[in-house]
């Protein structure tokens, strides 16, 4: 992805278009460019370090499920190849567990649960936000989540050491989460 190469020469097209959803409104054309634009961050690590930003920005502002829910697979994808350069982000993957889209949701617990498990990123006290979604009114999401925990309990005590954060966590009432669901 440097030079005078045919792959570089479309960089500046995908960041263009990834950049600016108000210029090019049209969601299949954004779609594409965001996942072109993922692949190639798989690539390099320095280009995932300097596009990292953006797209978590469009994860975060995009108005289109589809595309929040392709970003959160693509930095799957990214957190596999370079989890030094994602982890810093991790707490913005855990965010999207509380969209309203049903798909990002089900795609992002499913990312979490395959990194977790495979011990690509580290249970931290965000873990909560998976606890989180036990309760979810979303019979798949809640399954999902239920697994995920079934299986974690499977490996060591890593589940004991952070049962102390989500109880601390999801019995704050800020949370959000009913008194007869906790």
């Known amino acids: 992805l440097c030079g005078e190469t045919l792959l570089n020469c479309f960089t500046p097209i995908l960041v263009a278009i990834c950049s600016n959803p108000a210029k090019y ?6 779609c594409s460019a965001s996942v ?29 499920p589809v595309i929040r829910a392709n970003l959160i697979i693509a930095l799957g994808d990214l957190s596999f190849r370079f989890p030094n ?9 855990y965010a999207r567990l509380h969209d309203q889209s049903i798909e990002v949701r089900s795609n992002t617990l499913t990312v979490l649960t395959h990194l977790i498990l495979n011990d690509m990123i580290k249970v931290k006290g965000q873990i909560s936000d998976m606890a989180f979604c036990i309760v979810d009114s979303v019979h798949k999401i809640s399954g999902l989540s ?28 800020e949370i959000g989460i009913k008194e007869e669901d906790f």
């Open 25 to 30: 409104d049209n969601p299949d054309l954004r």
């Open 36 to 64: 072109a634009l993922c692949k190639y961050m798989l690539m390099s690590s320095e280009f995932a370090d300097k596009h990292l930003r953006l797209i978590f920005t469009m994860l975060e502002k995009e108005k289109e």
């Open 85 to 93: 350069n994602v982890e810093p982000w991790t707490p913005k993957m």
């Open 146 to 173: 239920k697994h995920f925990f079934a299986e974690l309990a499977k490996k060591g005590n890593t589940l004991y050491n952070v049962l102390p954060d989500i109880v601390s966590r999801l019995s704050d009432p």
